[in-house]
T-cell receptor
Framework: GDSVTQMEGPVTLSEEAFLTINCTYTATGYPSLFWYVQYPGEGLQLLLKATKADDKGSNKGFEATYRKETTSFHLEKGSVQVSDSAVYFC??????????FGTGTRLQVFP | NAGVTQTPKFQVLKTGQSMTLQCAQD?????MYWYRQDPGMGLRLIYY???????DKGEVPNGYNVSRLNKREFSLRLESAAPSQTSVYFC?????????????FGEGSRLTVL
């Protein structure tokens, strides 16, 4: 079945470091891809998305590119801040209202 | 803007007790969802409702029932709670049409079953 695989966490970084969180997917077709973020004590919120191959989603300094050839949607940020500490979820959807989520990756940024 | 509101935020139950988690959204969304979040498991869909009056099972429906009372409200009921249902529960909604993929989540309800 369709699924999303994320790198295990936690990812621990110093402020201003470069961030990569890996996400790959398995799907019988070409889904839309999403990154959601969950700050402590809150629900998830959409961070960015891409709906077709080679699209780049971006928001708040984060970027991810839809790579069909490697079935990947890795999240990157050039310089992380302490306020970016959160759990990040990769997800996919096939033009329906149902999303399939990965297991989440916790990011901890220290000053 | 209230968005998606869940109650209660915290609840402790004994095995065999029943309870209902309430969810309401004020965004006029058609579809609503209940997820559970467990360590190492991510979010798993329990039930969803594509429109008022309809409900469908998700990935992990056993031990739960739902009710879509009207367009705004979608409740989740545990008839006989078990320790395996200890989790954080999230309600979410989505605007149908446009395929935005943007789910709006509540702040979560942390349930402990002893």
């Amino acid at each position: 079945g369709d699924s999303v695989t994320q790198m295990e966490g936690p990812v621990t970084l110093s402020e201003e470091a470069f961030l990569t969180i890996n996400c790959t997917y398995t799907a019988t077709g070409y889904p839309s891809l999403f990154w959601y973020v969950q700050y402590p004590g809150e629900g998830l919120q959409l961070l960015l998305k891409a709906t077709k191959a080679d699209d780049k989603g971006s928001n708040k300094g984060f970027e991810a590119t839809y790579r069909k050839e490697t079935t990947s949607f890795h999240l990157e940020k050039g310089s992380v801040q302490v306020s970016d500490s959160a759990v990040y979820f990769c997800a996919l959807s096939f033009n329906t209202d149902k999303l399939i989520f990965g297991t989440g990756t916790r990011l901890q940024v220290f000053p | 803007n209230a968005g998606v509101t869940q109650t209660p935020k915290f609840q402790v139950l004994k095995t065999g007790q029943s309870m209902t988690l309430q969810c309401a959204q004020d965004m006029n969304h058609n579809s609503m969802y209940w997820y559970r979040q467990d360590p190492g498991m991510g979010l798993r869909l329990i039930y969803y409702s594509a429109s008022e009056g309809t409900t469908d099972k998700g990935e992990v429906p056993n031990g739960y029932n739902v009710s879509r009372l009207n367009k705004r409200e979608f409740s989740l009921r545990l008839e006989s709670a078990a320790p395996s249902q200890t989790s954080v529960y999230f309600c979410a909604s989505i605007r149908t049409g446009g395929n935005t993929g943007e789910l709006f989540f509540g702040e979560g309800s942390r349930l402990t079953v002893l």
